[in-house]
């Protein structure tokens, strides 16, 4: 996601872990937790993430201040990013930020104990968060096959989560014959809980079609979009479309 350089988005990492902090690229991030990790990680204790975040919960509010579309991303399953994006969603809520959560699910094979974390984590979240687009990790096999390594199916992960990030971005940041403005995003994003982006890319004589059944029948859509209460649509071609 950082070398896609979104354009109007700010990256801001957090972590408990010094370590893995200082190995970021990004220019901005914040180590949480200090007195209680000692700047390690938090051993899977998604508890131990919340009181971390709460430690520096001020500093966490001084980086909200004047945003106003908050995307929050992270892996469920683990300490840090299962107890720390719900604070985080609280700081955003109690500054009325629109906030977005991009999260992943862990794969069937790390285990009942993460699934546990995770769907813990997922309840909070959905408590603090205007809307969450949930990504299984087991449904990116479907992309990358059963063959790939692991590290090709967590990159896969990463592009998705920034093609969520940049799809919605987009909406309000890049001109269109017809604009979506920031109100237009509120009024589908606020208060809306579970979500669901499909994208779909595709050339030739059909390619409106093709990649309109591509977002519709995403590998990563687990659920019927016919109840959807609203829907946020872009479509980008060439002149010719």
Request: charged share 20%; net charge neutral; aromatic share 6%.
């Amino acid at each position: 996601m950082f070398k896609e350089k979104i354009s109007n988005i700010e990256l801001i990492a957090v972590n408990t872990d010094a370590q893995s902090l200082k190995a970021c690229p990004l220019e901005k991030k914040f180590l949480i937790g200090q007195k209680i990790t000692k700047g390690l990680g938090t051993g899977m204790d998604f508890k131990l993430g919340e009181k971390a975040a709460r430690e520096n919960i001020a500093d966490l509010k001084q980086a909200f201040l004047g945003a106003h579309l908050l995307f929050l991303t992270c892996g469920l399953g683990g300490g840090t990013g299962s107890g720390a994006i719900s604070v985080l969603g609280e700081i955003a809520k109690e500054l009325g930020v629109l906030t977005v959560a991009v999260i992943t699910l862990p794969f069937s094979f790390e285990g009942v104990y993460r699934k546990t974390i995770a769907l813990t984590a997922l309840k909070n979240i959905s408590l603090n968060v205007d809307c969450y687009l949930t990504i299984k990790n087991d449904r990116l096999l479907e992309l990358v096959g059963q063959n790939a390594t692991l590290e090709s199916s967590f990159w896969v992960c990463d592009g998705i989560l920034r093609e969520a990030v940049k799809a919605i971005s987009d909406l309000i940041s890049l001109p269109g014959i017809i604009n979506v403005d920031f109100a237009d995003l509120g009024t589908i994003l606020r208060n809306s809980g579970q979500g669901f982006l499909g994208i779909g890319k595709a050339k030739g004589e059909k390619r409106a079609l093709i990649a309109a059944n591509m977002a519709l029948q995403s590998p990563l859509l687990d659920f019927s979009i016919k109840d959807a209460e609203g829907i946020l649509l872009n479509i980008a071609g060439a002149e010719d479309l």
